[in-house]
């Protein structure tokens, strides 16, 4: 009899099974949430894994650990928090772990904190074969509930940065042949790896949200974060607010060196552990947005129909034919 | 140039080097807290460790289910909890287990949460070389707060239940020679197994607390759990609190079966995953409970002095020679 294992089933899969065993869908959203009579706290827990997310050639434990309060952050950010309280730090380090490496980690984690704001609020330590980081944060819920199942059809699609970099910054670390007898501008090099290894998050995004909204009594809008590259973002988007994307090749913003070619647009698309913002809105807000936060670009629009993506340039369909971004 | 590995440092003394880095002690206490205007909520991250904690063949899926919930709520109880509000669950799986081992866990996960309360508020699932089951558990703190620096010299020293039966269930299990010319008691065998598989909490003893307090007026109290072992638990109440533990070895509470000799008071106090709660209360108090719960023992007293253990009977006091738990 053939036992079915979980490399047969796949990690959105996986999700969607253990999703049943939950009172509350959660899983299936960025944050879980707890209600307070004053505050709702927005929680969420990543792990890292030693060669599965990370290992010692392609990021020092600074940055990794910089790397790992922002990857929490980034998805605290993706439901509306307006404030991070902190984090609590549960590592599994081999017993031949080097001090000095932790020591590194927690400055990076530390640095992070700093800049984005949180304390850490406890942790712990076992002993295990692989490296692992697992931050837990918390948030307060803000004003706005951002909700991968809150976007609705006519709305814009936007999405704050570029994509691909942090896979480039991945290979160029990894030294993956690019096996292209083009050669990449250093700025592009330069920018690539510092996306991989010390990616930046928006803390204003709720405030500039706020700010621009033209209809006062909108409290929720659809929102996710691209840590799983773009499509993965959009299509969790289509399928949870159960509507149709319609994106625009043309409008997709790009590092001005960004090389042209199948392969690029499969990073541009497909990469992950971007850490941008990808949601939607209703036109007149996307306007008033993009004119405030030159980082925003609309890139399409939700449209009425099964959930799924298509292009506008039908040219650009084949790519859709690549698979999802998985760890496994 | 020697490297200082975390294997020379040893557990203890690494959860000291990480606590400089956060800006409030709480990797000292059992919980970590976050200040709300109403309740103060009380968060704990416990990891079980393939290989570490636990193996395939020691427990089935569906107890260690049951036990990574149960070890996170002792922690929230010996801190006070009144009510467990939920927990995340972060699971890191090698590509080859099988979905029925999952399946099994969840089983586990959600039978604690029916009888001890509490809802699954999220969770993630990553790809790993072993397997990890990291819980995140929040409760609402009671009305009294429960912390290790809060024993006083001249309280009584108390401890819910038997310790040392996890241990001997852990040595059934792994079928490891016990190498004694003893028949182990049917019945001792049977309860050691179900408190290595199945351990219990008491989940009435903040309710208990309350009930038989003498002096409202004291809100706090010395107290842990026993998950590194009972020695553990007392000594670190006693470096805690800044103050001498002095154990009553004929009060220790041990199963009627348990076999007399050096190792077995060695399994009795430093075997670890008991999950009882170690206290200490000013006489009165300590009798009223008592009298209310027989499932709590009397045995020792804090005193004035430096901060260690001693035995009131001499010729125990060699015991304190044997090597804290440690899991590397």
């Known amino acids: 009899m053939h036992k079915e294992i979980l490399e047969d089933i796949g990690e959105r899969e996986l999700i969607n099974r253990l999703a049943k065993f939950m009172p509350k869908n959660q899983i299936k959203d960025d944050c879980a949430l707890i209600q307070t009579k ?38 605290l950010l993706s439901s509306g928090s307006k404030k991070t309280i902190g984090i609590t730090v549960s590592l599994i380090l081999p017993a031949e772990t080097e001090w000095i490496w932790v020591e590194e980690l927690y400055k990076g984690i530390n640095k992070a904190l700093k800049e ?19 931050i837990t944060a918390f948030g307060i819920q803000g004003e706005i509930e951002l909700r991968r199942y809150a976007c609705k059809p006519g709305e814009t699609i936007l999405t704050t940065g570029i994509h691909g970099l ?76 159960e509507c149709k994307a319609i994106m625009n090749y043309a409008k997709i913003p790009k590092h001005k060196d960004w090389p042209k070619g199948d392969k690029w647009d499969e990073y541009y698309f497909f990469g992950g552990e971007d850490y941008e ?45 690549n698979k999802p971004f998985r760890h496994f």
């Not at 709702?40 to 910089?66: A, R, T, Y």
């Not at 304390?119 to 980081?133: A, F, R, T």
């Not at 160029?172 to 592009?188: A, D, M, Y």
């Not at 036109?283 to 009425?304: H, M, P, R, V």
């Open 166 to 241: 942090s896979k480039l910054g991945f290979l160029i670390q990894n030294k993956t042949s690019l096996n292209e007898n083009i050669s990449l501008k250093k700025r592009l090099v330069r920018k690539s790896i510092e996306h991989f290894c010390r990616p930046k998050i928006y803390p204003y995004f709720l405030k500039n949200l706020i700010k621009t909204r033209s209809n006062k009594k909108i409290k929720r809008i659809g929102c996710t974060d691209s840590s799983d590259g773009l499509f993965q973002a959009v299509q969790d988007l289509a399928i949870a607010s």
């Open 116 to 134: 984005y704001g949180g304390i850490i609020l406890g942790g712990d330590c076992s002993i295990g074969n692989e490296k692992i980081i697992s």
């Open 38 to 75: 004053n505050n709702n706290l927005l929680i969420n827990n990543d792990s890292m894994v030693e060669n599965v997310h990370f290992n010692d050639i392609i990021i020092c434990p600074k940055d990794l650990g910089w790397k790992s309060v922002v990857s929490n952050i980034s998805d």
């Open 277 to 321: 913002l990808v949601f939607s809105l209703p036109k007149k807000w996307a306007k008033n947005l993009c004119k405030l936060d030159k980082n925003i670009s609309e890139i399409g629009y939700f449209a009425k129909g099964e959930p799924a993506i298509e292009f506008k340039d039908n040219d650009k369909n084949k790519l859709l034919k």
